[in-house]
């Protein structure tokens, strides 16, 4: 009878009794939780069912009847500098929590004439700027950028959003040439600037960022990476060249800054480790790579080594990635790498982790394979394999220089599937779109051809960002095309399996200001950094929940889940950043759930 009710209604209250150690919750009917002073789960069940799993993965240029009308500006006449080449990132968040990730993205500019080799004899006014495009539903959006405050006077690149505060509003950074810029979410549809008041301050070329809560003390801490030293006046010697690449510039350091809970930030980049490395930073994520329980941060640089940041427990970070193997490609060099993602590919409950680049492009297996929840201490980390030959992916991307991608059970089958775009390097060359999809045990088949015209149709790729945007399960993407305007890809796959969304919601709230040193491990209310693992039918589903993934973006921050033919959830398993295990069984399928953390 109760799973009778939790199919048909549309909503349904689901309570989790949790006195610090591990114990289970049922599901139950609207009113019926199963235990007192419980956390609430909600769920919204889409008005699709799926068949079981013979799926076909497509994807359809929606752009035209979205409302979202995005050219990108590299802000001079022709391509002519590496600050131009970099292109542009976008973000997925639900700001105004209306339960539909909105839309974000940022833009290029003119500056000075000094500053682009082939300036515009004609500035636009106004200026390109960035916009904010609020999801209505049914797949339309509507410019809202005006009212929001979300334009910055600046050279944008990218951006990443967190509720930095626990106030349960998601907050935006914008980064790019010369500044950053905090926004603080007010809740009504418009942010505040409050970058200074905060206590963040960056100089130089800001690119990928991503926040973590690497110190576990339930405020979301900032880790802000930088490309190179850029000369805008200095030129190319070779016309061929076109311009000098990011070898002709020294290398920058990144920036980590510590959450006070107060609403200000201190910089502990030297403190923690991070800024005795120099590099050229295309990308970040953090991630707990090895299973202890605090997240790592993954670099990837440009035409130099990448760095795995070992997360120490005692807010400093020791850099690893030489000796686990994630430092250089599969023959040892040190490639032109873009984004990295995170993921579980063999289902064993460890992150894997894959990285476009400008020749193969990286798939990096972790070879730790813990029970769940059995932290591994590092010396018994063995770190990762690169296995992207034998994957089936190198034959196809060799010939690509490859942006931003997206991880994702794009058919719902329960395997993952890797969608990358493509773009010209140095020059605007366009290029067709990839789609591998998943067949299971690490092996992937070109399916690009058959998933659609838009994959086929050339363009100058760069940033893109990933979300179940329609609540149907099915993961689109919003894909940034230099100097040139963006693609909203819809996903029509047919014949897709079940699913489940989750946004999790951390216990910390507004006005506690972190922990002690020496006191209990909090949660942000983001849940970043919280793992989830998911069992139905004997087989395993692992995710965590993070920031930043890919090239300059960030994806919806609800966590999604293909579960090809398996029509309930067994058991779903939450282990928060707080150390707090959560566990709910017989769980519906096909609907969006908010899982709160106990109190």
């Known amino acids: 009878m109760r799973l009778g009710l939790l199919f048909f209604l549309s909503t349904v209250s689901v309570a989790a009794a949790q006195s610090g150690a591990p114990l289970s919750s049922s599901c139950a009917p609207s009113g019926q939780p199963s235990a007192q002073n419980a956390p609430s789960v909600t769920q919204t069940k889409s008005a699709e069912a799926p068949s079981p799993p013979h799926a076909t993965i497509r994807f359809e240029d929606a752009t035209g009847d979205s409302g979202i009308h995005f050219v990108h500006s590299f802000g001079s006449a022709k391509l002519g500098s590496l600050l131009e080449g970099t292109g542009a990132g976008c973000v997925w968040f639900d700001y105004n929590n209306s339960g539909r990730p ?28 960035n916009y904010l495009y609020r999801n209505d539903g049914n797949g339309h959006f509507t410019d809202v950028t005006a009212e929001s405050g979300l334009d910055p006077n600046m ?23 010369g500044k950053v810029v905090l926004y603080h979410n007010d809740g009504n549809g418009h942010f505040t600037d409050v970058t200074a008041k905060a206590g ?15 110190d576990r003390d339930g405020c979301l801490d900032l880790l802000v990476g930088r490309y190179v030293k850029f000369d805008p006046t200095y030129r190319a010697f070779y016309a061929a060249d076109n311009y000098p690449g990011p070898l002709d510039y020294a290398g920058e350091t990144n920036r980590l800054f510590h959450n006070n809970c107060d ?33 790592d941060i ?20 020791e850099e690893i990635a030489n000796d686990t193997g994630s430092a250089y490609g599969q023959d040892g060099e040190a490639t032109s790498s873009m984004g990295p993602v995170a993921a579980d590919f063999w289902h064993r409950g460890v992150l894997d982790l ?21 932290p591994v201490a590092k010396y018994d980390w063995k770190g990762f394999d690169d296995v992207t030959a034998p994957a089936g992916i190198s034959q196809t991307d060799a010939q690509y220089v490859s942006w931003s991608s997206g991880v994702y059970d794009f058919d719902n089958d329960g395997e993952l599937d890797i969608l990358v775009f493509h773009g010209g390097l140095i020059h605007l060359i366009p290029m067709e779109h990839t789609l591998f999809r998943g067949l299971g045990n690490g092996k992937f088949e070109d399916d690009s051809r058959q998933a659609g015209q838009v994959l086929s149709d050339r363009t100058v790729a760069r940033g893109a960002c990933f979300a179940d945007y329609q609540n149907n399960g099915k993961v689109g993407a919003f894909m940034v095309n230099l100097g040139a305007e963006g693609k909203l890809l819809q996903n029509v796959s047919t014949g897709t399996g079940h699913w489940i969304d989750l946004k999790l919601v951390g216990a910390m ?91």
């Open 155 to 177: 050279y944008s690149i990218a951006a990443t959003a967190g509720d930095y505060d626990n106030d349960g509003n998601e907050d935006l950074l914008v980064t790019g040439f």
């Open 263 to 295: 609403g200000t930030f201190t910089d502990v980049t030297d403190k923690a480790g991070i800024g005795a490395y120099i590099g050229r930073t295309m990308g970040v994520t953090a991630a707990d790579f090895d299973n202890d329980g605090w997240d």
């Open 354 to 374: 894959w990285v476009t680049d400008g020749s193969y492009n990286r798939f990096l297996e972790n070879l730790g394979a813990p029970q769940p929840g059995a």
């Open 509 to 599: 709230r507004a006005g506690d200001h972190g922990r002690a040193p020496g006191a209990a491990a909090k949660s942000n209310r983001d849940g970043i950094g919280a793992r989830v693992e998911v069992l139905s039918g004997g087989s395993r589903w692992t995710a965590e929940r993070v920031a930043s993934s890919g090239y300059l973006s960030e994806n919806d921050g609800r966590l999604h889940f293909g579960l090809g033919a398996a029509d309930i959830i067994d058991k779903l398993t939450v282990r928060w950043p707080s150390g707090r295990v959560q566990t709910l069984e017989n769980v519906g399928v096909d609907r969006v759930l908010t899982v709160e953390e106990p109190q």
């Open 200 to 214: 963040i301050k960056v100089d130089g070329w800001a690119i990928s960022s991503t926040w973590l809560d690497y």
């Open 298 to 317: 993954y670099v990837t640089n440009d035409s130099i080594q990448n760095f795995l940041f070992h997360n120490k427990h005692d807010g400093t970070f």
């Open 102 to 129: 909105s839309l974000y993205v940022v833009n290029g500019r003119p500056l000075a004439d000094s500053m682009h080799p082939y300036p515009l004899k004609e500035k636009p006014n106004p200026p390109p700027h």
